[in-house]
């Protein structure tokens, strides 16, 4: 008669109910041959009466547990031994004899030794309480419901130990509907909320962009879209079209230490305690109950300019970099005002070159100033400035004969 080895056992927990854990142990005979089979599955009193430093927070149900609970899952021929006690497994008569004040809420395992027949499976599902009921701030590693089982073989030796772990925790809920926005890291690296211009320019936030990882590898499959996220887990916010839009706007995501720009922001699920304070006053906390709350996206601003308009006389001079404001200081990058290149846009011929470095304002019109800054190797900071140009000289009208003043185009 050969040995069966085959147990599955899992954890399983209704969605945010901490009193609505259960665990199922199943043993099985894969084979046509009927197999002998002793195995204990252990409960997790068993786990904290072994490990001194681990405290279970759950116990078998004894409302909802009783002998038949086991002896009906399994056939009548499998002795079923139950333990309170390391190493003690009794029948339920000789437990009750030894252990008169017994309660199901004591089990530590239950043994089951016989034999089962070729292509069968039996399964007993046992429902656990939740000890500790005025707990309710469910954190990672303050819930322990460890399950397992020992299987050995017909002279006693075990064969094998396999224990099942449950982290207990509440489902975060992400306040995600509406554009990203942005916060702002300053040269001191306090935060504060970006300014209007840039929050205007983030796009709506997709759920199916923003990866979950609730102590699991990252995997673009499970996002916000369709995977909850558990306290304890974090999520990440792709950064690629965002980055696109702030390095053309004077802005950049943060870089790692290579001035490459990071591809992702994560989060864990406590980051409602990072505080950030208005930018006007420096006072008013931002607020969280807002609906996309959780879709922010830490920026620096690093180019600073201005839109002008210009009233001149038609041989006003002018330079590239009047309306350059400077380049702000920052921890993730060393570049200066001295590394700022700036270019002209000017299809009407509003300006002259005057080879240089000047410009003199020739008539009204508008032009364009971009200024570029590389931060990195692979980073590039832009941002253009519109000017308009009005000047005061007065210009003969050949249509109608007459003076008047160019006005802005």
């Known amino acids: 008669m050969a040995l069966l080895y085959r147990v599955l056992h899992h954890l399983m927990l209704k969605k945010n109910d901490p009193n609505s854990v259960s665990a199922t142990f199943t043993l099985s005979n ?9 195995y204990v599955i252990l409960l997790p009193n068993y786990y904290s009466n072994t490990y001194m430093n681990m405290i279970s927070n759950y116990s078998i149900d004894a409302s909802k547990v009783n002998e038949s609970t086991f002896t ?3 056939p009548s021929n499998l002795i079923i031994r139950y333990s309170i ?3 003690e497994y009794l029948n339920m008569a000789t437990m009750l004899a030894t252990h008169p004040n017994f309660t199901w809420n004591q089990l530590i395992a239950v043994q089951f030794i016989g034999t089962l027949n070729g292509q069968t499976s039996y399964s007993v599902n046992l429902p656990l309480t939740y000890v500790n009921q005025n ?7 303050t819930i322990n419901a460890s399950a397992g089982v020992l299987a050995f073989n017909q002279i006693g030796d075990i064969l094998g130990d396999i224990q099942s772990n449950l982290s207990l925790t509440k489902e975060v809920d992400l306040n995600l509907d509406g554009p990203y926005f942005a916060y702002q890291i300053n040269a001191d690296n306090s935060l504060t909320l970006a300014d209007e211009d840039v929050q205007k ?5 997709d759920k199916s962009q923003i990866m979950i990882s609730n102590n699991t590898p990252w995997s673009p499959d499970q ?3 369709n995977t909850p996220l558990y306290q304890g887990g974090s999520y990440a916010i792709s ?5 696109n839009i702030l390095v053309a706007n004077g802005y950049t995501v943060q870089l790692n230490q290579n001035g490459d720009a990071y591809q992702y922001y994560s989060y864990n699920s406590t980051f409602k305690d990072v505080t950030m304070k208005d930018a006007d006053d420096g006072s008013a906390q931002w607020n969280y109950s807002a609906t996309n709350s959780d879709g922010g996206v830490p920026v620096i601003k690093v180019l600073n300019t201005h839109d002008s308009t210009i009233q001149a006389t038609k041989d006003t001079t002018v330079n590239l970099k009047d309306n350059f404001d400077g380049v702000s200081a920052s921890t993730y990058y060393t570049a200066d005002d001295s590394d700022v290149k700036a270019t002209l846009d000017d299809p009407t011929g509003v300006l002259k070159d005057n080879g240089d470095g000047t410009y003199t304002v020739q008539k009204a019109g508008q032009y364009t100033i971009t200024y570029s800054i590389a931060i990195s190797n692979s980073v590039t900071v832009t941002k253009k400035s519109d000017c308009h140009g009005r000047t005061n000289n007065p210009v003969r009208d050949c249509n109608h ?3 008047h003043q160019l006005r802005e185009c």
């Open 223 to 225: 996002n916000a879209a």
């Open 135 to 141: 707990q309710t701030d469910l954190n990672v590693g």
């Open 85 to 87: 006690e390391q190493g």
């Open 72 to 74: 009906s899952a399994f």
């Open 201 to 205: 320019l983030l796009p709506t936030i």
């Open 239 to 243: 950064l690629t079209d965002i980055q």
């Open 30 to 38: 894969d084979t046509d041959d009927y197999m002998y089979t002793n």
């Open 401 to 403: 004969n007459s003076y």
